[in-house]
């Protein structure tokens, strides 16, 4: 038989089956379907509709920091100072708001200082070629001590005049929203009967849709554009990247910035959720979501990650807190679980590296 | 029409001069084997040529015309294009993404562009099809042989219309069976009018591809002569110091 051109071009080295066999963040993936059928049949307080939307929301903050985490990794760096950047994002916010500034200057502005500390990041690391880890490792410790500064280190938990507009941002839902259409769209007509019943039925926090749209974006943008292509391709072998004239050190800089703006978001997300700021929020963060995107299936050596697996390990750490907590089982554990999961993970990956020891 | 002519080139770092006078000339379709020992100005006069730096003094002619680099990029615009040593490919992408590594086909309208993947392994399948190789472009470079991998870095050459080829030790880290396909490469490369600059420690690889040899020494170019008028002892010989020049 003949092999055309075209079967060359076409030719994949594994089927579709193949290579979702050979994906960690499948696998993962199944891990986190199988532990909420248990958790839902164990216990009958898993899956009650207000225990799902805590999961939801918990998650969808560990998930979008994730996602910004996940093109670091994915470029060969690691960003710790996401923990600090969410307290510091929040904090801006916080503090302007309650110096009545408009919610639509203090969010930008909070985005900003976001952005200006991963400028910072990306620049150290890209331009003066210092270590990720130790640059990182700095800013962590410098934006949370300029939240402490800003904040006299006092507990804010009045917005200003825009308080309750912050408040539903962060700590709203679909409900909420449904609600708010019911009521506009007149008393006791049909419409604002078919908002109220949507409200019933939908009840998803804002943070968990948020992160559902921010994936399918980070998803399309690793696949289909220049840049998902170069940061992979950084992640590689970066010489060769530059080599080839890649934009390497821009490149490395969008992507701390990126880092730092998800964290910023989510910051700004859950200084809405709990009405409140203090300057330990988001403390230990960074270890959370680099678990997360681990367990999801990111190369921490570079080159390799995904969008979903970065929201996939984010379900499965919430899910394994929260589980722990409706079994009964001393919250203490947690940490031993969460650590077993990562270590599972990567062996998982070691497993199948070993059996291809090409690749 | 010369292909490539360079005229008194030198290059020198601080008190050290690493290549003094050199004049060269490459026609198209002409492979050139440049030889000579650890530190006698190769890789020197290889990244003049590529742009990495420019020469101290001298001239750069491509196609008659006076050329002069800043960077690699102006080098590559001139036609200038160069399979590095460690071919600079990426593990984890494809051999159709390593081909189109820093110049994607993009498809799209205005600032919303996204990657033409068919487009690119399209193009890239061509290649290796006019370079008789049986590399897949959707195949990871990561599982490749040594062979598939430098078919992957000349393909990726063969992308702008090049009018120089510089390959850096093609030959240097794999099996015997793949040297003769890499040499197979090159062969292509000049059928298809490109001039081929090959550096190289080997001298059985020159021997079988080349159409002549120049030889540096200390920095100068001692020999410059075809290969039918020459053997590989003489050249031995010229590369060492035991025949002062020929």
């Given at each position: 038989?003949?092999i055309?051109?075209?079967?060359?071009?076409d030719?994949?080295?594994?089927?579709?089956?193949g290579?979702?066999?050979?994906?960690?963040?499948?696998?993962?993936?199944?891990a986190?379907?199988?532990?909420?059928?248990?958790?839902?049949?164990a216990?009958?307080?898993?899956d009650?509709?207000?225990?799902?939307?805590?999961?939801a929301?918990?998650?969808?903050f560990?998930g979008?920091i994730g996602?910004?985490?996940?093109?670091?990794?994915?470029t060969?760096?690691?960003?710790?100072?996401?923990?600090?950047?969410?307290?510091l994002a929040?904090?801006?916010a916080?503090?302007?708001?309650?110096w009545?500034?408009?919610i639509?200057?203090?969010?930008p502005?909070?985005l900003?200082?976001?952005?200006?500390?991963g400028?910072?990041?990306?620049?150290?690391?890209?331009?003066?070629h210092m270590?990720?880890?130790?640059?990182?490792?700095?800013?962590?410790?410098?934006?949370?001590?300029?939240?402490?500064?800003?904040?006299?280190?006092?507990?804010?938990y009045?917005?200003?005049?825009?308080?309750?507009?912050m408040?539903?941002?962060?700590?709203?839902s679909?409900?909420?929203w449904?609600?708010?259409?019911?009521a506009?769209?007149?008393?006791d007509?049909?419409?604002?009967?078919v908002f109220?019943?949507?409200?019933?039925s939908?009840?998803?926090?804002?943070?968990?849709?948020?992160?559902?749209?921010f994936a399918l974006?980070f998803?399309?943008?690793?696949?289909?554009?220049?840049?998902?292509?170069h940061?992979f391709?950084i992640?590689?072998?970066?010489?060769a990247?530059?080599?080839?004239?890649?934009?390497?050190?821009?490149?490395?800089?969008?992507?701390?910035?990126?880092?730092?703006?998800?964290?910023?978001i989510?910051?700004?997300?859950?200084?809405?959720w709990l009405?409140?700021?203090?300057?330990?929020?988001g403390?230990g963060?960074?270890?959370?979501?680099?678990?997360?995107?681990?367990i999801?299936g990111?190369?921490l050596?570079?080159?390799?990650?995904t969008?979903f697996g970065?929201?996939?390990?984010?379900?499965?750490?919430?899910?394994i807190?929260?589980?722990l907590?409706?079994?009964g089982?001393?919250?203490?554990?947690?940490?031993?679980?969460?650590?077993?999961?990562?270590i599972t993970?990567?062996a998982?990956?070691r497993?199948r590296?070993?059996?291809?020891?090409?690749? | 029409?010369?292909?490539?002519?360079?005229?008194?080139?030198?290059?020198h770092?601080?008190?050290?001069?690493?290549?003094s006078g050199?004049?060269l000339?490459?026609?198209?379709?002409?492979?050139?084997?440049?030889?000579?020992?650890n530190g006698?100005g190769?890789?020197?006069?290889v990244k003049?040529?590529?742009?990495?730096?420019?020469?101290?003094?001298?001239?750069?002619?491509?196609?008659?015309?006076e050329v002069?680099?800043?960077?690699?990029?102006?080098?590559?615009?001139?036609?200038?294009?160069?399979?590095?040593?460690?071919?600079?490919?990426?593990?984890n992408?494809?051999?159709?993404?390593?081909?189109f590594?820093?110049?994607?086909?993009q498809?799209?309208?205005?600032?919303?562009?996204?990657?033409d993947?068919k487009?690119?392994?399209?193009?890239?399948?061509?290649?290796f099809?006019?370079?008789k190789?049986?590399?897949?472009p959707?195949?990871?470079v990561?599982?490749?042989?040594?062979?598939q991998?430098?078919?992957?870095?000349?393909?990726?050459?063969?992308?702008s219309?090049?009018?120089?080829?510089?390959?850096?030790?093609?030959?240097?880290?794999?099996?015997v069976?793949?040297?003769?396909e890499v040499?197979?490469?090159?062969?292509?490369?000049?059928?298809?009018?490109?001039?081929?600059?090959?550096?190289?420690h080997?001298?059985?690889?020159?021997?079988?591809?080349?159409?002549?040899?120049?030889?540096?020494?200390?920095?100068?170019?001692?020999?410059?002569?075809?290969?039918?008028t020459?053997?590989?002892?003489e050249?031995?010989g010229?590369?060492?110091?035991?025949?002062?020049?020929?």
């Amino acid at each position: 038989m003949d092999i055309t051109l075209q079967d060359t071009i076409d030719r994949q080295q594994h089927g579709a089956a193949g290579r979702l066999m050979a994906s960690q963040t499948f696998w993962v993936f199944l891990a986190a379907i199988i532990a909420f059928a248990y958790l839902s049949v164990a216990t009958s307080s898993f899956d009650t509709s207000q225990n799902l939307f805590n999961v939801a929301r918990n998650c969808a903050f560990v998930g979008i920091i994730g996602l910004g985490m996940t093109a670091v990794i994915i470029t060969g760096g690691i960003d710790l100072s996401v923990g600090s950047v969410l307290c510091l994002a929040g904090m801006v916010a916080g503090m302007m708001m309650s110096w009545d500034y408009p919610i639509w200057v203090a969010i930008p502005c909070a985005l900003g200082a976001a952005l200006a500390c991963g400028f910072i990041n990306g620049f150290l690391i890209a331009y003066v070629h210092m270590p990720p880890f130790v640059v990182t490792l700095a800013m962590m410790s410098f934006a949370r001590s300029v939240a402490m500064v800003l904040s006299g280190n006092q507990m804010v938990y009045q917005f200003g005049v825009d308080h309750a507009k912050m408040v539903a941002i962060g700590g709203g839902s679909t409900r909420g929203w449904f609600n708010a259409l019911a009521a506009s769209s007149g008393p006791d007509s049909t419409l604002s009967a078919v908002f109220t019943w949507l409200g019933q039925s939908i009840f998803i926090p804002n943070p968990a849709i948020l992160l559902v749209l921010f994936a399918l974006v980070f998803g399309f943008v690793f696949r289909w554009t220049r840049w998902g292509r170069h940061i992979f391709a950084i992640g590689g072998n970066e010489h060769a990247a530059t080599l080839t004239g890649v934009p390497v050190r821009r490149i490395k800089v969008s992507v701390y910035m990126l880092s730092a703006l998800m964290a910023g978001i989510a910051g700004i997300l859950q200084v809405g959720w709990l009405g409140t700021i203090t300057t330990g929020m988001g403390t230990g963060m960074e270890l959370v979501v680099i678990a997360a995107v681990v367990i999801g299936g990111a190369n921490l050596a570079g080159g390799g990650g995904t969008a979903f697996g970065a929201v996939v390990g984010a379900v499965l750490i919430e899910m394994i807190r929260n589980s722990l907590t409706l079994l009964g089982i001393n919250p203490f554990w947690q940490g031993v679980f969460v650590g077993s999961f990562i270590i599972t993970a990567v062996a998982f990956d070691r497993i199948r590296a070993s059996r291809n020891p090409e690749s | 029409m010369t292909a490539l002519k360079l005229t008194n080139i030198s290059k020198h770092f601080g008190a050290i001069h690493a290549l003094s006078g050199v004049s060269l000339s490459l026609e198209p379709a002409q492979v050139l084997g440049l030889m000579g020992d650890n530190g006698a100005g190769k890789s020197t006069l290889v990244k003049i040529i590529a742009g990495n730096f420019p020469p101290t003094g001298g001239a750069i002619q491509i196609d008659d015309r006076e050329v002069h680099f800043a960077q690699p990029i102006d080098a590559r615009r001139n036609g200038v294009e160069i399979v590095y040593q460690d071919l600079a490919l990426c593990n984890n992408l494809t051999a159709g993404a390593n081909v189109f590594l820093g110049r994607e086909l993009q498809k799209g309208w205005g600032p919303f562009r996204i990657l033409d993947y068919k487009k690119m392994y399209q193009r890239a399948g061509e290649l290796f099809a006019e370079l008789k190789s049986e590399t897949r472009p959707r195949d990871l470079v990561r599982q490749m042989s040594g062979g598939q991998r430098q078919a992957v870095a000349i393909a990726r050459t063969r992308l702008s219309e090049p009018r120089i080829v510089l390959m850096d030790e093609p030959t240097a880290a794999i099996s015997v069976r793949q040297v003769a396909e890499v040499l197979n490469l090159i062969r292509r490369l000049r059928d298809h009018g490109i001039a081929v600059i090959l550096i190289s420690h080997r001298m059985p690889d020159v021997f079988a591809v080349a159409d002549r040899v120049a030889v540096l020494r200390r920095g100068r170019k001692v020999a410059d002569k075809l290969i039918s008028t020459t053997s590989p002892e003489e050249v031995t010989g010229l590369i060492t110091g035991a025949i002062e020049n020929a």
